[in-house]
Nanobody, 128 residues
Framework: QVQLVESGGGAVQAGDSLRLSCTAS????????MGWFRQAPGKEREFVAG????????DYADSVKGRFTISRDNAKKMVYLQMDNLKPDDTAVYYC?????????????????????WGQGTQVTVSS
């Protein structure tokens, strides 16, 4: 069982930055792929960013490339999402997720069905 807890959300203005954090339980964190997803009102949950077991193995949605950065600290069992130059379209509930079946060399997966565990979400609101 893996528990994930997100933090760092809030209400900001366009152009501002936020850093989301996700704390994971369990002793196998370094073996998980980790992802950030988001869901806006009336929309489906969508992939934002992912990081594989290799620290440099990352992937991003086109809508956030160049603005968001995902990273992980295996010693602290944490994953981060640095969000810069935020836009109103980034407004959503952001979820942290763990993919416990990913293999060492794999790129992070982008489909939500590949992730086994989810946090409760943290709200990000960006006003214009």
């Amino acid at each position: 069982q893996v528990q994930l807890v997100e933090s760092g959300g809030g209400a900001v203005q366009a152009g501002d930055s936020l850093r989301l954090s996700c704390t994971a339980s369990g002793s196998q964190f370094s073996r998980y792929g980790m992802g950030w997803f988001r869901q806006a009102p009336g929309k489906e949950r969508e992939f934002v960013a992912g990081i594989g077991r290799g620290l440099r193995n990352t992937d991003y949605a086109d809508s956030v490339k160049g603005r968001f950065t995902i990273s992980r600290d295996n010693a602290k069992k944490m994953v981060y999402l640095q969000m810069d130059n935020l836009k109103p379209d980034d407004t959503a509930v952001y979820y942290c997720a763990a993919d416990t079946r990913i293999i060492l060399s794999s790129a992070p997966r982008t489909n939500s069905g590949s992730y086994d565990y989810w946090g409760q979400g943290t709200q990000v609101t960006v006003s214009s």
